[in-house]
């Protein structure tokens, strides 16, 4: 079983940063892959970012990529998304997930999910 915290969200104006985490319990942590999505209200939920349980490979959607940055810290048991040059349209719910597997933008291949952190882009 694993538990996902995310935390780090809040408002930024259009070009501004954020780095979101999410904090991971169990031991198994390093074995997942991990990846992060979001929902903007009134729209589905869309992926953002992935990476391995290793970190050597990671996958972004082309609406974030050379934006984001997705990384992760086993020994903290952790992964982050550090976002950049942030537009109104980012703003969403952002979420974490962890997989046994390798699901790179498939959501309903992960097994565990964090509650959520806002993330709000101001024009």
């Known amino acids: 079983q694993v538990q996902l915290v995310e935390s780090g969200g809040g408002l930024v104006q259009a070009g501004g940063s954020l780095r979101l985490s999410c904090a991971a319990s169990?031991?198994?942590?390093?074995?997942?892959?991990m990846a992060w999505f979001r929902q903007a209200p009134g729209k589905e939920r869309e992926f953002v970012a992935a990476?391995?349980?290793?970190?050597?490979?990671?996958y972004y959607a082309d609406s974030v990529k050379g934006r984001f940055t997705i990384s992760r810290d086993n020994a903290k048991n952790t992964v982050y998304l550090q976002m950049n040059s942030l537009k109104p349209e980012d703003t969403a719910v952002y979420y974490c997930?962890?997989?046994?597997?390798?699901?790179?933008?498939?959501?309903?291949?992960?097994?565990?999910w964090g509650q959520g952190t806002q993330v709000t882009v101001s024009s």
């Open positions: 169990g031991r198994t942590f390093s074995s997942y892959a």
């Open positions: 997930a962890g997989s046994s597997t390798w699901p790179r933008d498939r959501s309903y291949e992960y097994d565990y």
């Open positions: 990476i391995t349980w290793s970190g050597v490979n990671t």
